[in-house]
């Protein structure tokens, strides 16, 4: 048995048959879905010109622009500093002294289980910090904690025959999880990482409750602030494949991270030559 029909077998003729009309169908319905709203948009003259005039204008892209940059800014701290808090966390889970792992465990349930909306708030309302320093505390808050349990299991689904072994060569703590668990953990790891990192963009548009101009506050001036019968769905239709679009970045830079992780010679199989007659191990003795 091979390995493509382990889990199943080969699809026959009318199989094939049956899934190429069930694709066709599936296509066909999405495509009508589709129609049906663009006809629904162009029965509302939302593609008038009238509620399009306002992004030719030179100030409207500026403020786009700025929002966008606002956002990205938001989303590299917060990123970054996630990531460096979930490390934490997760070595803090992981440690082998019970008051760390009993505290590093408070905090990441904790802070997982609040809402990022009420500790951005909490940071911006309470502390009086600034709207940005709020936003980025809130979602490191959250994604870190949640990243450290992403951490911790990517860690723990290392096979415990890498961990015994390093441990039997006589390597410390510190050099099996930095040398053997961790670089194995990163493929497993790394979809998950990136699918919260995706959430942490998605979540930079939180910040417009608490005034900070990123990129949907822009969004929102636009709509609401010109006299052109309020343009929501044009700048619906232009922010929305632009949080598309760098969500779609985000996993094709995971898909390249991952593609040349495999290709590493740290992480791709060696060949070895089979011993040969009367070859010895390092340090044997030849036997007389």
């Not at 169908?25 to 162009?42: G, K, R």
């Not at 919260?196 to 417009?208: E, H, N």
């Amino acid at each position: 048995m091979t390995a493509t029909t382990a889990l199943y077998d080969v699809p026959g003729p009318r199989t094939k048959r049956r899934h190429l009309l069930y694709g066709v169908v599936a296509t066909v319905v999405i495509l009508a879905v589709l129609a049906w709203a663009v006809y629904l948009l162009i029965d509302t003259g939302q593609f008038s010109a009238r509620k399009w005039t306002p992004f030719a204008y030179v100030g409207i892209q500026k403020l786009l622009l700025e929002g966008l940059g606002n956002t990205l800014k938001a989303f590299a701290c917060a990123a970054v500093l996630s990531l460096a808090l979930g490390a934490v966390l997760a070595a803090g889970r992981l440690s082998d002294h019970a008051p760390v792992r009993w505290v590093s465990t408070l905090l990441v349930e904790f802070f997982r289980a609040m809402p990022v909306l009420v500790m951005i708030f909490f940071v911006y309302v309470a502390l009086k910090a600034e709207p940005l320093y709020a936003l980025i505390a809130g979602l490191t808050l959250y994604n870190g904690s949640v990243l450290a349990e992403v951490f911790r299991a990517g860690v723990h689904s290392v096979d415990r025959g890498q961990r015994e072994a390093a441990y039997a060569l006589g390597m410390r703590k510190t050099q099996v999880m930095t040398y053997v668990l961790v670089p194995q953990a990163v493929r497993a790891m790394l979809p998950t990482i990136i699918s919260q990192l995706v959430v942490a963009l998605k979540d930079t548009s939180l910040g417009f409750l608490i005034t900070y101009e990123e990129f949907l506050h822009a969004g929102k001036l636009i709509a609401s602030n010109l006299d052109y019968d309020l343009p929501f769905i044009p700048v619906v239709l232009i922010i929305s494949p632009i949080y598309i679009g760098m969500c779609m970045l985000l996993s094709w830079c995971a898909y390249r991270v991952a593609k040349r992780q495999r290709r590493s010679l740290k992480t791709e199989a060696v060949d070895v030559n089979a011993p040969e007659p009367g070859t010895l191990l390092p340090g044997a003795q030849q036997q007389r």
